[in-house]
Each structure stands twice: as C-alpha cells, then as structure tokens.
C-alpha cells in the first residue's frame, strides 16, 4: 500500500475529475456533483479514513437533505404566488397563484444517484492505485435512479400541439415525437444530415448541443451509440422539406433548426414547448417527453430492443427496456383477439395426443 498521509479525498476527487479525458460538459457535470454533495461533506477525510459506515451515513443524509432543499423551494414558490396575488388584489387586479409544474416534481433521488456513482468511481480508482485494499462504496442500489413512469402524448394530442406552436417550431416537434432524437441532437443537425428519400427517409446524428458553464458547446454524442442514423416515417418528408425551404439556409452545412435570429434553437424552443403543451391542457409533461412519447410509438410499433437501443443512441439496454412495457397493450389486444377466435369452436382446430390416437387405434 502506497503512503496516504497527503491524499485527502478532495485533494484525489478533484484531480480525478481532472484526468478524465471525457467531453466538456461531462466534466462540468463531475465538478458541480463533487463540489455540491461530495467534497462539503466527505473531503476533508483522509481517504483510508472514508469508511462503508461513514459512506452509507453519507447517502442516506445527501437522499434526505436533497428531497428536503427541492420540498422547501416548491414551498417558497408557493408562497411567492400567494404574495404576487395579494398585491394584485391590492390595485383591483384578478391573478391567479401559478402552481409548480406537475411536470418536473423531483425529489432529488437522481441527483443523489449520480453523486454516489461519482464516489464509487473515485474510490475504485483508488484501490487500482493500490490506495486502499477495498471500495467503501458498498451501498446496494444507490447508484440507480429509478426514473418515474413518464407520460406520453397521443397522436391526436401531436396534432393540437403543433397548432399551438409558432410555425418555426412545428417541423422541429414532429421529428422529436417521430424519431426520438434528444433535443441537443436535433439542434445540432445540419442539412447534410437529413436524408429526404421518399422510400428511405432519415437523419444521421453527429454531434449534440450541450449547455457547459452557461454557454453551448457543440460536440459529438457522449458515446459511440449516439453517433446513428435513424429512419423516419414517409409522413414527415413534406414536412421536413418545407421547413428546410422555408427556414434554413441552403449550405449542407447550414443547422436545420435555428431561431429567427439564427441561432441555436434549445432555450427557445424549451419557452415555446412548454406554453404549447400548457395550452392544449398537458402540464404534466416535460419538454423532453416528446422524446419519451416517440419511443413509445416506436415500441407500439413493434420494434425490438435492439431496435429502441438504436433510435435512442443508447449502448445499455436498460433505458430501451423502459420503453417495451408499452407494448403490454398490443399485448391484451392480441389476446382479446384470441379469446374471440376461441370462443368459436368452428376456428379451432384440436391437437390430439398420440397417446389418444393410439388408444382409439
């Protein structure tokens, strides 16, 4: 075992944040986790001081104290609505108290998933640099976030949410629900990336947006799978061509989706989403469901897990998975179906044992 006296576990965290070679915003996302949940509470230790007892206190304690900081901010939230309405009564104005978005509701679990697998990731460097003999980081399940079921739209629901938005945008909506590209995907593509054969239609996912330290960075996917191209429906060639006709300059490398001003789409297209879905009376979702409810028709549709990994850029099948219970009422369909053919004894043909055509024999 090497000397630790010097190795503090802020001292080794926030180097090894330093050394990984990963993209832009994944080291920005390690250095808001670490230096917000992490180092506050467990750096000043020295690491072979760190201990399971002490990691697990540590979890339990970043859980609660996450759920309790989120309950407090919807509370002042509250609280602010009530004052905005009072003053207004106050000069004979009608204002209704806005309420918290029904949509992001968080209680701080997946925060506190992801600073835990940072530290387990830390502390296995660790024991590879033959630190220490074992991971202090033995807590059952607490690096997976069990993410809540989302809602989806219907097509129906598709169709009054596109009137709801400003022309611009409309094209933009029905590749997030048809293709189930992440939003930094679609707002990084470029003209050469949408392929507009009427028989093969498709778009081809090279880099993504990312938001880092308040400024967009425009990097490729985080990992290999992301990089993919990803087959459309016949239904949105017209409506892709006419917004590159309409909306985008002519250069292969000009971006398919930008403001009116040129620029990159994300943050205005988050504004306009949101006061479109509150229109058409599904508040309950978040921007980043029309993602959510593409995949759900592609699994609807009958596509495999394989398939959903594709259309999503994801190299694991767990986030795919989420995605096949859906298939649960095609499932009772087809069932009900059956039911209805057996119920005729003209459409069933019975299947004899041999044991049966013997003893007859």
């Not at 949105?236 to 909306?247: A, G, K, S």
């Not at 306009?272 to 978040?286: E, H, S």
Request: glycine share 6%; hydrophobic share 35%.
């Amino acid at each position: 075992m090497r000397q630790l006296s010097h190795y503090s576990l802020d001292d080794y965290g926030t180097r090894w944040i330093a050394q990984r070679q990963v993209k832009a915003s994944t080291r920005a996302e390690y250095e808001s986790t670490w230096s917000n949940h992490v180092a506050p509470y467990l750096g000043h230790l020295r690491l072979d001081k760190v201990t399971p007892d002490l990691v697990r206190q540590w979890h339990a304690q970043t859980v609660e104290r996450l759920r309790t900081r989120l309950q407090e901010q919807r509370d002042r939230q509250e609280r602010r609505e009530r004052e905005l309405q009072k003053r207004a009564e106050q000069f004979g104005q009608v204002r209704s108290p806005k309420p918290p978005s029904i949509a992001t509701v968080r209680d701080g679990s997946a925060t506190a998933a992801r600073a835990y697998r940072l530290l387990h990731s830390v502390f296995a460097t660790a024991v590879e640099d033959e630190l220490l003999s074992a991971n202090p980081c033995r807590v059952r399940g607490a690096g997976n976030a069990k993410p809540a079921e989302r809602p989806t739209l219907s097509v129906s629901e598709v169709y009054e949410l596109e009137q709801q938005l400003p022309e611009r945008f409309r094209a933009l909506a029905w590749l997030l629900v048809l293709s189930g590209l992440r939003i930094g995907e679609a707002a990084a593509l470029q003209r050469r990336d949408v392929h507009l054969d009427p028989d093969l239609a498709s778009v081809t996912v090279r880099e993504r947006v990312y938001r880092v330290q308040g400024a967009y960075d425009v990097d490729t996917p985080k990992s290999r799978a992301g990089q993919r191209t990803v087959t459309l429906p016949g239904m949105l060639v017209p409506i892709l061509q006419e917004h590159l006709d309409t909306y985008s300059d002519q250069a292969q490398s000009a971006l398919v989706f930008t403001t009116s001003t040129g620029a990159i789409i994300t943050n205005s297209y988050h504004r306009v989403m949101r006061q479109a879905l509150n229109a058409i009376g599904r508040a309950d979702m978040r921007v980043h469901d029309l993602r959510h409810t593409g995949m759900t028709l592609a699994a609807q549709a009958g596509a495999s897990l394989a398939e959903l990994k594709q259309r999503m850029g994801q190299g694991t099948t767990a986030a795919a998975e989420l995605y096949l219970h859906t298939t649960a009422d095609h499932g009772r369909r087809v069932a009900e179906r059956m039911d209805a053919l057996a119920s005729d004894g003209e459409n069933v043909i019975p299947i004899h044992r041999r044991n049966s055509r013997r003893s007859s024999a």
